[in-house]
């Protein structure tokens, strides 16, 4: 059972549109992170969010936390092809629990 | 800055054999975890560390071991190895918790033939 589900799997878009990945759950999480992974590589961290309703933005990248604190969203503004990747959401049931992943969203950003 | 350091890089076996994966946690890092990430798959989550002692586990097959050495290295020991356990396997560390993120090493990719 998928503790985390991404939406959606896999999205292709152009250079310079918007577009939105979410991140649901039943379950309530003390914490979410967001990664982005490259092929063949380890995730990197882009952003922890652990109040609900807490929004987070790093330059294009936009976080939001739900404010019951069971899902999360990531909104990219003009996309471009440095953000293709695979965006993973992942959380924990406490501090002291190991983070739980979603599927990711694989994003691809053409010219 | 130093990032959490893994070997090999690369791995091929057979089966049956084993195979024993280090990893080198970010300094004063408090917790080290083990994931396994098959193709197209998200990292499930194996086995943790916390100070040297195991602190969570999860779907970890009862062939894998793991410990964490008194420098804060930890090894993940693979025996018996399957074809179905050829996956990317990352060690990552954090301090403080989950709640400070994690900092993933680039992997070790066993091929099991």
């Known amino acids: 059972t998928q503790l985390l589900e991404q939406s959606p799997q896999f999205l292709s878009i152009q250079e310079g549109e918007n577009l939105t990945v979410y991140c649901n759950s039943s379950?309530?999480?003390?914490?979410l992170q967001w990664y982005r992974q490259e092929p063949g590589e380890g995730p990197v961290l882009l952003v922890t969010v652990v109040t609900g309703g807490e929004v987070k933005k790093l330059k294009r990248l936009t976080f939001q936390f739900g404010d019951a604190r069971k899902d999360s969203s990531l909104h990219i503004t003009a996309a471009q092809p440095g953000d293709t990747g695979l965006y993973l959401c992942?959380?924990?049931?406490?501090?002291?629990?190991?983070?739980?992943f979603g599927k990711g969203t694989s994003l691809l950003v053409t010219p | 800055a130093a990032g959490v350091i893994q070997s090999p890089r690369h791995l091929i076996k057979e089966k049956r054999e084993t195979a024993t994966l280090k990893c080198y946690p970010i300094p004063r890092h408090d917790t080290v975890y083990w994931y396994q990430q098959g193709p197209g798959q998200d990292p499930q989550f194996l086995i943790s560390f916390y100070e040297k002692m195991q602190s969570d586990k999860g779907s970890i097959p009862d062939r894998f071991s793991a410990q964490q050495f008194s420098d804060y290295h930890s090894e993940l020991n693979m025996s018996s190895l399957e074809l179905g356990d050829s996956a990317l396997y990352f060690c990552a560390s954090s301090i403080g918790g989950t709640r400070n993120g994690y900092t993933f090493g680039s992997g070790t990719r066993l091929t099991v033939v």
């Open positions: 379950s309530v999480f003390s914490s």
């Open positions: 992942a959380g924990a049931a406490g501090s002291g629990y190991a983070l739980n």
